[in-house]
């Protein structure tokens, strides 16, 4: 049962029909779905890349979804079919991460609500569940598979909750052994023999390392690989399967980040891959003969396939328009498997003959009673921001919006710091543009995937420079001849709900409703209550934000919380009872503060949720308060 404050359980009894009647009198030349519509897709991922996706005899594929409301584990077959699901939690989201080499056993992942202490499990072939990371608060982390197929890898913190030791699990007997004790560094990536091992450590957020360690010797210690003068974030793609040379990220050359190859015998560096954007990402075949490269072009994935031995790009044929993501070869490299998602579908799963390039869809992820022509294709949107510098963002435009008949406008923040609003189907933006909503995701100053420039240009300003941007957002949406120039909302999630609860506390009149979900309202505790597994990450994060220890007075002066009596704007809460990373007393006394006001302020706390809402009624429900806040509040206010 999810608990709902009796604020929310008034809003959440209002009518349904009335965003269907707004909607039709602002002439919305497509058909209006009622909101559960949009979240009755299936989300489908494919496991990580460090596991095997397709089955040993390639003819099956290991993938999750959330069919039945809650993420499970499911096998597909390659040739096409109904999947079948393999685990059954009602509760837990449950991801696949690996097929087992040699027979159906596979590896799952599970947190408890949503609290982000992970264990791995194992699925027998005869459907026993085993938990081989067990402990009440342990987080473990799945690392890879020995190339022979009789060990895999997972790290935990059960030792130290600060850090991560990597041990090695015989695959015939699940016993296991310590390979490397870890002394605060990341892991990262192992190489396919269980030699090398890469970590990183994160000086700041601009300045990070990398480190090789040797399993092979008998107390392996971390040799650093990555000496350099000033702000050089490296960072770790994965080891060549031939085990010769480890693939690394660096913005070292330039404002974005490039793939570099560090051999490792001789020590040498050269560069692999540069593009005009960032290289997100890079995967090889199992042999090494592909190699798949990520580039986040303008908030989209571009996917570019390679054939190593013969020096040319696979071309895959019979794929619609769209983001390319999770590149997934089968052992012998004859099929290839990946996803296919845009604005208005959701991630579907595909299967290619890697020698045809004949690329056959295997999911369909968007819910049949929606006609994909009705949702919006969004569009990359600039404006020029408070002090001329242009900011990116994705913007929503409803169908039938005009001059005549213009549309309530939404200024949406993403997560972070540093967080990015990209290209794709996202079920909350597609039910707010279909009833009528202008939505702007903006990337404003502080951004990923615009140059490392533009990514600290919001260091130790938060609550500042990043706001401005979200608030010249507002005023340049209300400059566009089909958005009303009367009222504009502010929504976001995470640090998006910080900027939310900052804008209705710093610049009280720039928005005129505001939708925090799970938002960070007083930067001393959050910053203070980081989970320890977050380990140097935290260190990192305090370089840009500041230290609650030695920052106390700055970081109270951009906290909402301390200035809550300024906000006198409707204001919505949303927020997981189990978040680990915002907690639930950020918005309970944020909610206490603005009542006091004597502001409209409604509250919806899910039980079983944490950072981020994985349950499908959860979403659903969620969804439909953002819609009737923005209703009753910015649309129908007078």
Known sequence: MRHLGIAAAVLLALGAGAPAAVAQAQGQAAKVYPTRAFFETTRYQLPPQDGHAFSADGQR?????????????????????????????TKDATFAISWFPGDDRILFSADQGGNELNHIYVRGTDGQVRDLTPGDKLKAQFAGWRKDGQAFYVATNERDPQTFDLYAYEAATYERRMVFRNSGLSVADLSDDGRWLALVKERTSANS???????????PEPKLITPHQGAVAFG?????PDGQALIYSTDEPGEFAQAWRYDLASGAKTPLVAEAWDVANLKFSPSGRYRADYINADASTVLNLHDLSANRRLKLTGVPAGDLNSARFS??????????????????????????GQARRLTKALNPQITESDLVEASVARFRSYDGLEIPGILYRPKGASAARPAHAIVWVHGGPGGQSRRGYSADLQNLANKGYAVYAINNRGSSGYGKTFYHLDDKKHGDVDLKDVTAAGHWLKSLDWVADDRVAVVGGSYGGYMTAAALAFEPD????????????????????????WGEARDALY????????DAERLRAI????????????????????????????????????????????????????????????????????????????????
């Open 236 to 240: 770790v793609f994965e080891f060549t």
């Open 331 to 356: 052992r012998d490299e004859t099929k290839l498997a990946f996803t296919v998602a845009s604005d208005t579908s959701p991630a579907d799963i595909f299967v290619a003959d890697v020698a045809t």
């Open 559 to 638: 906290s909402p919380l301390f200035h809550a009596k300024n906000i006198r704007k409707p204001l919505l809460v949303v927020q997981g009872k189990n978040d680990p990373r915002v907690l639930q007393v950020e918005s309970d006394e944020l909610v206490a503060a603005v009542k006091a006001n004597g502001v409209p302020v409604e509250y919806i706390v899910f039980p079983d949720e944490g950072h981020g809402f994985q349950r499908r009624e959860n979403r659903v429900t969620a969804s439909e308060a953002y819609l009737r806040f923005l209703d009753t509040h910015l649309r129908r206010a007078k």
């Open 209 to 219: 390392d990398i480190f090789l360690a040797d399993l092979s010797q008998p107390t």
């Open 543 to 550: 370089d840009e934000l500041g230290d609650p220890k030695t």
């Open 510 to 533: 720039a928005f005129d409703v505001g939708i925090n979900i799970f938002g960070v309202t007083n930067w001393v505790r959050t910053l203070e209550s980081i989970p320890p597994w």
């Open 61 to 89: 594929l290991l993938i999750s979804g959330d069919a039945t409301g809650v993420f499970n584990a499911y096998v597909l077959p390659a040739a096409g079919g109904t999947p079948q699901a393999l685990t059954s939690s």
